[in-house]
């Protein structure tokens, strides 16, 4: 990582960790974690970029960092390697990325224990804030780390596939969270049962499931609350053509409500821009090299948003 001085980092301090993921390929996870990355450090704080994008790892190429042989594919396959270790510089001020190579990665080297330790280990890295790449898909090991990060981040693109694949996301990550919550309190098997015979209890979402439990079983009332109560998902649309592209977020946020009995918030959206594919194109880090556009104020907004647990207005976007 650079020299120059960043924002003091209490090594007694966590690292604050957030995850981006959201279901659908090409939605620009990647080049949101990468240009967030580098806002971050280009104020003044310690940061380091995770490419956990099992088979798709590309966030070096955002950044214009060589694919590095210290990728994460080390910490699943020796035992002894150490996650700080696998941190490589950029170009940026700051800002330190450990690369994916998950390709060559054999999948019975992500075990369950190692995975536990990557999870365990991304908070105690020596930096303020931790953002991982989760790439696409509803694989266990993408909810899994979505679930232990501090920020859930999900990514949509207004079109009818993305919105799909993120609403399956989204129902996959609560019903984990929910089961893995009622395992830990020794109530799986009652809360599976139920899901599983949801038609004949008069069941049609997770949201009714979860009223289910509250109200049929009150013991685990309690614990429902304790667990649910906080659990927030931030919402970003990106590649947004018009209004009612930027109004997606608060129909979803809705929809989420509705059906899931989630809370979200939508901390911000991204315009569609040709300076993006250009900067990707040219591998200038587009936070470092277009900061005039509109995008790049935009991600700015998202970032501050996302820092203070924000949102925009909700008269953003309306008709
Ligand atoms: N706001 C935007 N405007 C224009 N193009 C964009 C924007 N955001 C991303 N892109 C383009 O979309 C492409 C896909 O982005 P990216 O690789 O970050 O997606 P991803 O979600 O990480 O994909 P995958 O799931 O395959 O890892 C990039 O090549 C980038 O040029
Ligand atoms: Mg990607």
């Known amino acids: 990582m650079s020299n120059r001085i960043a924002a003091p980092h209490s090594p007694a301090r966590e690292a604050e ?29 310690k940061v380091v970029l995770v490419d956990f994008d099992l088979g798709g790892a590309n966030l070096h190429t955002f950044l214009n960092v060589a ?28 800002l330190g990325l450990i690369t994916g190579d998950l390709e060559s990665v054999s999948p019975e080297s992500v075990t369950f224990s190692r995975k536990g330790k990557l999870l365990r280990h991304l908070a105690k890295l020596d930096s303020r804030y931790v953002l991982v790449d989760l790439g696409a898909g509803c694989h266990p090991n ?7 990060a501090d920020k859930m981040i999900t990514l949509v693109v207004p079109e009818i596939t993305s919105v799909e694949n993120m609403y399956h996301f989204i129902k996959s990550v ?11 309190y020794g109530f799986k098997d009652t809360a599976r049962h139920v899901w599983q ?18 109200r049929n079983m009150t013991y685990l009332e309690p614990i429902l609350d304790k667990e649910l109560g906080g659990f927030t998902m931030h919402l970003a649309v990106n590649m947004a053509r018009d209004s009612q592209d930027i109004h997606l977020g608060s129909s979803l946020k809705s929809i989420f409500d509705k059906y899931l009995g989630l809370k979200a918030s939508y901390a911000g959206f991204i315009t569609y821009d040709d300076a993006v594919w250009r ?3 040219e591998r200038r880090p587009f936070m470092l090299h277009f900061l005039s556009s509109r995008s790049s104020k935009e991600i700015e907004i998202l970032v501050d948003n996302l820092v203070h647990d924000r949102e925009i207005p909700p008269s953003w976007g309306q008709p």
């Open 17 to 45: 960790v957030w995850a981006v993921a959201g279901g659908k390929g090409g939605t620009g996870k990647s080049f949101l974690v990468s240009s967030m990355g580098t806002c971050l450090a280009r104020k003044q704080h």
């Open 67 to 94: 694919q590095s042989r210290r990728s994460l594919t080390r910490f699943f396959e020796d035992k002894d390697a150490r996650l700080e270790d696998l941190v490589v510089p950029t170009e940026i001020d700051n």
């Open 142 to 148: 993408i909810l899994d780390t979505f679930l232990a």
């Open 174 to 184: 609560l019903y984990r969270k929910l089961i893995m919550t009622l395992k830990d």
């Open 197 to 214: 015979k949801r038609e004949s209890y008069g069941i049609r979402n997770l949201r009714e499931f979860i009223d289910y439990l509250r």
């Open 279 to 281: 900067s990707v194109r």
